[in-house]
């Protein structure tokens, strides 16, 4: 039996990949067996099933912090649009569109380090509105929030609290300087206390090695994370890192498929950068990914639900 076989038997019944062996792992297998065994194990863990949510960018610009992907942050000038919260008659609008759909899951996302407690209790009683009249899975994201702000989410429906790592512990102080890792840890794990499910990925092409790029998938198998969002660098003009070289298509499938070895049991998403991988789509469907963000994505153009959920079934996937 090869040693991929091995591996695959021995995380389909439910073992696990130390950081080390899938370092090792990345190094030997050609790309075509990350892919196949990421794919199977998908099937195995996931199924058939994707899971679609959607995003709304429901406070934009003027972010104090100086990650350096980022469109939003106030030490790039890259003409973003900038608004405060949305109102409840734009929010509802965007949930009744996207239950309309079909979508799975519906998320404010704001910028900025974190919330006000006035604009927290607006997003509560938005997500209450929301509740009330749409059937759809209630997400947030909304920077670093105290456990007590996350509860009064918690308590208005929210059951899923997005807060990225963005990248491996060791390399993100290379990439934003006014927040840590351990920041975002102690958000994730207090989402958790109070109930809510968490989703945490990051984004791959802003100078990181592959290496880190496993640490970062084996951090959030470590936090427990069921939901990977996997985005790719879509350098903005006027960011630090607007002049990042981009990924190889070998390098995205290898990535996509060790994230999977790493957390076999985890919904691999889909998320930022679609535009940029439109051609590896369907063959990343196969190897590992089992869910995405549809419609636009913050401040950049996604792609249109219903075009995706065709792919998604042609591709063999229920939603």
């Known amino acids: 039996m090869k040693n991929t076989e091995l591996l695959e038997k021995r995380i389909s019944e439910g073992g696990m990949v130390s950081y080390e062996e899938a370092v090792q792992i990345e190094k030997e297998w ?23 949510c959607s995003i709304m960018n429901a406070r934009s610009g003027k972010c104090s912090e100086d990650c350096k992907w980022c469109s939003q942050s106030m030490f790039h000038d890259t003409g973003v649009e900038i608004y405060p919260l949305v109102g409840m008659t734009e929010a509802l609008e965007q949930a009744r569109h996207n239950a309309a759909k079909g979508v799975r899951r519906f998320s404010l ?20 509105a929301i509740g009330r009249e749409c059937d759809i899975y209630l ?37 934003c300087t006014t927040h840590t890792t351990q920041e975002k840890i102690n958000t994730i794990r207090w989402a958790m206390e ?37 985005n790719v660098l879509n350098p903005v003009k006027g960011t630090a890192l607007e ?22 049991d985890a919904h691999i998403r889909f998320a930022g950068g679609r535009n940029l991988i439109k051609h590896l789509e369907k063959t990343l469907l196969h190897s590992g990914i089992s869910a995405s963000i549809v419609g636009d994505m913050l401040t950049t153009s996604g792609s249109d639900i219903d075009t995706d959920k ?10």
Do not use: W
Not at 141 to 160: A, P, W
């Open 139 to 175: 997400c947030a994201s909304m920077g670093l929030l105290t456990k007590e702000q996350l509860q009064k989410l918690y308590d208005s429906g929210v059951r899923r609290y997005h807060c990225n790592l963005e990248s491996a512990p060791s390399y993100f102080p290379e990439l």
């Open 109 to 128: 996302v704001t910028s900025g380090r974190t919330m006000s407690d006035r604009d927290v209790d607006r997003s509560a009683a938005i997500y209450r």
């Open 30 to 52: 050609s790309t075509e067996e990350l892919c196949e065994v990421a794919g199977r194990l998908r099937k195995i863990y996931t199924g058939d099933y994707l899971d679609t």
């Open 194 to 230: 109070v109930g809510m499910e968490v989703c945490s990925g990051g984004i791959i092409g802003m100078g990181e090695t592959m290496q880190q790029r496993i640490e970062l998938a084996v951090a959030l198998r470590e936090l427990g994370v069921k939901s990977i969002p996997v």
């Open 243 to 264: 002049n990042a070289a981009p990924l190889s298509d070998v390098e995205i499938l290898r990535s996509v498929a060790m994230f999977r070895i790493v957390n076999p």
């Open 310 to 319: 065709q792919m998604f079934k042609n591709e063999g996937f229920t939603l």
